[in-house]
């Protein structure tokens, strides 16, 4: 079965830290990508970084980075440089292939406050 | 714009009551999922539809159903409602459904804000 785990419920960082959110996963398939999504308050869903299982280096795009250690089925959300607009609920997902067609199950999240 | 269009945006109704989502995928993606999000919790998968066809159930309830028309928007249908139905419900799209190469992100609506009194 395809599981993904997402064990801090809330952090808090200060301005201009760093701050990274982890997140394990579970599966049996060989190829699968994994996704992190920011859900601010507003409510909408807002794709920030992927990973694919077969990638060689880390994925990063600007302030984010996704350190992924594939031994042990994690990919940790890095955001450097915190600022106040991060504030907000981050969920980590897996894509997976059941019967010929993606799946894709998401963590509980993580809540982050970003404090001035 | 993420190119994923739900309506309504909100939608108040009473217990027992039926309503119909809608939903209209980013140009070009033929896949259409349907998730929900109760208060304070994660996504729970609903259902899935590849260009017309359904191709995955999650634990979508027998009191929802859903389609996927030819000009590939989607409804869901929730019927006989209940105070634990009140939710937020979102439609994504991708590109694919089986084995392609590439990301295949999924790209979510705004969301359908339910609430049920």
């Known amino acids: 079965a395809q599981k993904i785990t997402q064990t801090q419920p809330g952090m808090f960082v200060q301005e201009k830290e760093a701050v990274t959110l982890d997140c394990t996963y579970d599966t049996s398939d060989p190829s699968y990508g994994l996704f992190w999504y920011k859900q601010p308050s507003s409510g909408e869903m807002i794709f920030l970084i992927y990973q694919g299982s077969y990638d060689q280096q880390n994925a990063t795009e600007g302030r984010y980075s996704l350190n992924f250690q594939k031994a042990r089925k994690s990919a940790n959300l890095v955001i450097s440089a915190s600022q106040l607009g991060d504030s907000a609920m981050y969920f980590c997902a897996m894509r997976g292939t059941t019967s010929g067609t993606y799946k894709y199950i998401f963590g509980t999240g993580t809540r982050l406050k970003v404090l001035a | 714009d993420s190119g994923v269009t739900q309506t309504p945006k909100h939608l108040i109704t009473a217990t027992g009551q039926r309503v119909t989502l809608r939903c209209s995928p980013r140009?070009?993606?033929?896949?259409v999922y349907w998730y929900q999000q109760s208060l304070d919790q994660g996504l729970q998968f609903l259902i899935q539809?590849?260009?017309?066809?359904?191709?995955a159930k999650g634990n979508i309830l027998e009191r929802f159903s859903a389609q996927q028309f030819p000009d590939l928007h989607s409804e869901l249908n929730l019927s006989s409602l209940e105070l634990g139905d009140s939710a937020l419900y979102f439609c994504?799209?991708?590109?694919?459904?089986?084995?392609?190469?590439?990301?295949?992100?999924?790209?979510f609506g705004a969301g359908s804000r339910l609430t049920v009194l």
């Open positions: 140009s070009g993606d033929l896949s």
């Open positions: 539809y590849y260009n017309g066809e359904e191709r």
């Open positions: 994504a799209s991708s590109t694919s459904t089986g084995v392609s190469s590439g990301a295949n992100v999924l790209t």
